[in-house]
């Protein structure tokens, strides 16, 4: 497959891992860690133009299936993001 299309709805094919996910685009962003989400957002879907980076607040649980081209960026009550953002 050359590319994912635009969540949603969730795409994943036969892929069942990050890694799978990727096509060659980073898939993992730790060093936004503690940056507003916003920019966040736009950082993700600038590196990995496949996915589509969604804000979720801490303690708001996403849909639970796994997507190819999708990212939660989860953030504190300050908009800072909290967890590693991560395909899936």
Same mark, same amino acid.
């Given at each position: 497959m050359s590319g994912w299309p635009r969540y949603p709805p969730c795409a994943s094919g036969t892929c069942t891992d990050v890694v799978c996910c990727a096509h060659g685009h980073k898939l993992r962003w730790p060093e936004l860690l503690g940056n507003h989400g916003a920019a966040a957002k736009a950082t993700i879907e600038k590196e990995n133009p496949e996915v589509t980076a969604e804000i979720l607040t801490q303690g708001r649980v996403g849909p639970p299936n796994f =997507? =190819? &081209?999708? +990212?939660? +960026?989860? +953030?504190? /009550?300050?908009?800072? +993001? /909290? &967890?590693i953002p991560t395909i899936g």
């Open positions: =997507c =190819c &081209n999708r +990212v939660f +960026v989860i +953030v504190d /009550t300050h908009g800072n +993001v /909290t &967890n």
